[in-house]
């Protein structure tokens, strides 16, 4: 069963940037990073494939944010520029089972997840 841990969390001002890493143990043929906000339901942020890579972002953070994870390695990475207050949430990774104009998963296994707080 795929282990997650995510970490590089904070708080910062908008405009700002934060790196955020997610340790990954496991099988998987794709990951992806989703956030929750208090009162609303968690979503895909960005996914990233590692057979085809396959990408996807959300409308949202497209252009701001950069999903990466070296080849060989067991850490996922999402890049967050230009940060802006609604971009404030519980930051989690995940294995994903498709990225097809979305990004699905039906990963139960979460983890603690690193938080991001934008100030403005």
């Known amino acids: 069963q795929v282990q997650v841990a995510e970490s590089g969390g904070g708080s910062v001002q908008a405009g700002g940037s934060l790196r955020l890493s997610c340790t990954v143990s496991g099988f998987y043929s794709a990951l992806g990073w989703f956030r929750q906000a208090p009162g609303k339901d968690r979503e895909a942020v960005a996914c990233?494939?590692?057979?085809?890579?396959?990408?996807y972002y959300a409308d949202s953070v497209n252009g701001r944010f950069t999903i990466s994870k070296p080849k060989g390695g067991n850490t996922l990475y999402l890049q967050m520029n230009s940060l802006k207050s609604e971009d404030t949430a519980m930051y989690y990774c995940?294995?994903?089972?498709?990225?097809?104009?979305?990004?699905?998963?039906?990963?139960?296994?979460w983890g603690q997840g690193t938080q991001v707080a934008v100030s403005s």
């Open positions: 995940a294995p994903v089972q498709r990225i097809d104009g979305d990004c699905l998963t039906s990963f139960t296994n």
């Open positions: 990233l494939s590692v057979v085809n890579a396959r990408l």
